[in-house]
């Protein structure tokens, strides 16, 4: 089992970035694939990146190719999602979450990411 916080959101203008952080704990940490997920008001929540245990593997939704990038540190147990080029449809709840056997059993509590305009 895993423990997942999310921190990293805030306010950002349109064309900013920020860097959201997921800390696991636990000693299993890399065993894990890992993946970043978001939820606007009133929709549906979203994958936004993904990443297998050991970083090798990445994909990403096409509305963040070329703008987010996802990454991990097994030695740190965190993973990250560098977004730039932020947009206001950007704007919702970044949830990240780990997978065993391609099933994402463990969640975070969300941070809150607000592009303005």
């Known amino acids: 089992q895993v423990q997942l916080v999310e921190s990293g959101g805030g306010l950002v203008q349109a064309g900013g970035s920020l860097r959201l952080s997921c800390a696991a704990s636990g000693r299993t940490f890399s065993r894990y694939a890992m993946g970043w997920f978001r939820q606007a008001p009133g929709k549906e929540r979203e994958s936004v990146a993904r990443?297998?245990?050991?970083?090798?593997?990445?994909n990403y939704a096409d509305s963040v190719k070329g703008r987010f990038t996802i990454s991990r540190d097994n030695a740190k147990n965190t993973v990250y999602l560098q977004m730039s080029s932020l947009k206001p449809e950007d704007t919702a709840v970044y949830y990240c979450?780990?997978?065993?056997?391609?099933?994402?059993?463990?969640w975070g509590q969300g941070t809150q990411v607000t592009v303005s305009s």
């Open positions: 979450a780990a997978a065993e056997s391609g099933t994402y059993f463990y």
């Open positions: 990443i297998s245990w050991n970083g090798g593997s990445t």
